[in-house]
């Protein structure tokens, strides 16, 4: 008997913690599932910062202006996702020096990467190079390295992150997404039917998992 297909479609930006997060939940409740599913993910792209210089920005500095927050409880909150990380298996490393930077280039990379079957080995890439050893995303050494340990081949990588159509094609899903309505993330879609939006917790996954069984029996 075939496995019931699932796609699930995420939207995030490699800058975000929550973003790791959901993810590394989701996993957890797939888990549950054990080849269960004809599973297909697909990541797109969300920019938080658009407008972020090249050089980047001092992250806490960052945080406290955008989200009115005080330094105490910024630093409470990174505290907070160190530790909802360790819990995942995913290593926060932040730090008052951290800086978070423009992704316009490591969403290029990944919208070239999803036809490849390494586009989620590419995202946690990034994300561990970003969250964990503190790499600039916008440098294109660091996106190549990343692109090679996800298997990928460093010399196609560099090709797609010069091609124009894959600037053209990244930015046009971006605006689309927009467009949808979509301002934050992470954002999980499942068979283009169903939608849970933010870090929910793994029962919440699960749920919606059971559901689609349920409902392909």
Request: include cysteine.
């Amino acid at each position: 008997m075939a496995k019931p297909y699932l796609r699930i479609d995420i939207v995030s930006d490699v800058v975000c913690p929550w973003c790791v997060i959901g993810f590394k939940r989701l996993q957890q409740a797939l888990a549950r599932f054990p080849d269960h599913f004809d599973l297909n993910i697909v990541w797109h792209p969300f920019e938080l910062n658009p407008q972020m210089p090249e050089a980047g920005e001092n992250l806490r500095e960052h945080i406290t202006r955008k989200y009115r927050i005080s330094d105490q409880e910024s630093a409470e909150n990174r505290k907070q996702l160190t530790e909802i990380g360790r819990q995942l298996g995913f290593e926060f490393n932040f730090s008052d020096e951290m800086r978070i930077y423009n992704t316009n280039q490591a969403h290029r990379l990944l919208h070239w990467a999803e036809p490849t079957g390494h586009q989620t080995d590419l995202q946690m890439r990034l994300f561990e190079e970003y969250f964990t050893r503190g790499k600039n995303l916008n440098h294109e050494s660091v996106l190549l390295d990343a692109a090679e340990a996800a298997g990928l081949e460093r010399e196609a990588a560099s090709n797609a992150l010069q091609d124009t159509a894959i600037t053209r094609q990244t930015l046009a899903r971006e605006e689309q997404l927009l467009v949808q309505g979509i301002r934050g993330v992470p954002l999980f879609m499942f068979n283009h039917e169903h939608a849970i939006s933010g870090a929910q917790e793994v029962s919440v996954f699960e749920q919606q998992l059971q559901q689609l069984t349920e409902s392909a029996t």
